[in-house]
């Protein structure tokens, strides 16, 4: 199994959705990259949330939660 690539605070808020940056979001220790989600263009979602961020606590009030992680890229682990 390969190992698990680990994201720095600083790559995830590097990783914000501008500029032709890819972008990701945190979520529980994880971080995804939703730049092929037409809800995350430009790195926003909905003029609600931007990429870049742990969104653990923000996401926590959002009508959906991990299921809707299973249809993003998984890129590695926060530290």
Do not use: C
């Not at 690539?5 to 959705?17: F, S």
């Not at 995350?40 to 009508?63: I, Q, S, V, Y």
């Amino acid at each position: 199994m390969a190992e698990q690539k680990k994201i720095t605070r600083q790559e995830l808020q590097e990783n914000n959705g501008k500029n032709g940056k890819p972008a990701y979001i945190a979520y529980q220790g994880k971080v995804y990259d939703v730049s092929a989600s037409s809800f995350w263009l430009e790195g926003d979602h909905m003029g609600m949330h931007d990429a870049g961020k742990d969104l653990t606590e923000e996401l926590d009030m959002a009508p959906h939660r991990e299921e809707t992680f299973t249809r993003v890229k998984f890129v590695g682990e926060l530290i």
